[in-house]
T-cell receptor, first 110, second 111 residues
């Protein structure tokens, strides 16, 4: 059973555009929703995270939108840059275990 | 900036052999994890470790797997008798709370 569903699998965006990656979950016990960024040959690195008591969190060009009733959350990357090209994973946690989405490979073309 | 370090970066082994993957978590972290990632696929949870014992483990973490914290700094994952399907990137992570900090991984290839 896949705890967290992520889409799209891959995404190509022009430099300066907005990248949007979506995730959905079923388990209402999840109370922490991080996004991780992974470059080739490296481990995932925490990018931004949100708790379900807020609907949006913004850090620089990265924004998480959270819809508790729909059990969905998304990552928006504004003004996408070639350096943002990486694989992005959403995750959800009820406490001490993390469930990851299947990843989105983002390519930002100049 | 402190980081999680993993050794070796690459490990090639024959099927049926034992391997030990090593990790040095960030020093003041209390929670330790092993995850694996098969090429191009999602990051899969293996096991979490807290207070010198396993706190949770997944279906993947069967009797072939074990974890230890042999001293105050190292955290190891042992696979007793490797199978072809154990080939993956294995990530160690540590956490002071809910934020996971990952190492760069060990690429395990079972031939």
């Amino acid at each position: 059973q896949q705890q967290v569903k992520q889409s799209p699998q891959s995404l190509i965006v022009q430099k300066g555009g907005i990248s949007i990656i979506n995730c959905a979950y079923e388990n209402t016990a999840f109370d922490y929703f991080p996004w991780y960024q992974q470059f080739p040959g490296k481990g995932p690195a925490l990018l931004i995270a949100i708790r379900p008591d807020v609907s949006e969190k913004k850090e620089g060009r990265f924004t998480i939108s959270f819809n508790k009733s729909a059990k969905q959350f998304s990552l928006h990357i504004m003004d996408s840059q070639p350096g943002d090209s990486a694989t992005y994973f959403c995750a959800a946690s009820p406490g001490n275990q993390f469930y990851f989405g299947t990843g989105t490979s983002l390519t930002v073309i100049p | 900036e402190p980081e999680v370090t993993q050794t070796p970066s690459h490990q090639v082994t024959q099927m049926g052999q034992e391997v030990i993957l090593r990790c040095v978590p960030i020093s003041n972290h209390l929670y330790f994890y092993w995850y694996r990632q098969i090429l191009g696929q999602k990051v899969e949870f293996l096991v979490s470790f807290y207070n010198n014992e396993i706190s949770e483990k997944s279906e993947i973490f069967d009797d072939q797997f074990s974890v230890e914290r042999p001293d105050g700094s190292n955290f190891t994952l042992k696979i007793r008798s490797t199978k072809l399907e154990d080939s993956a990137m294995y990530f160690c992570a540590s956490s002071p709370n809910e934020k996971l900090f990952f190492g760069s991984g060990t690429q395990l290839s079972v031939l």
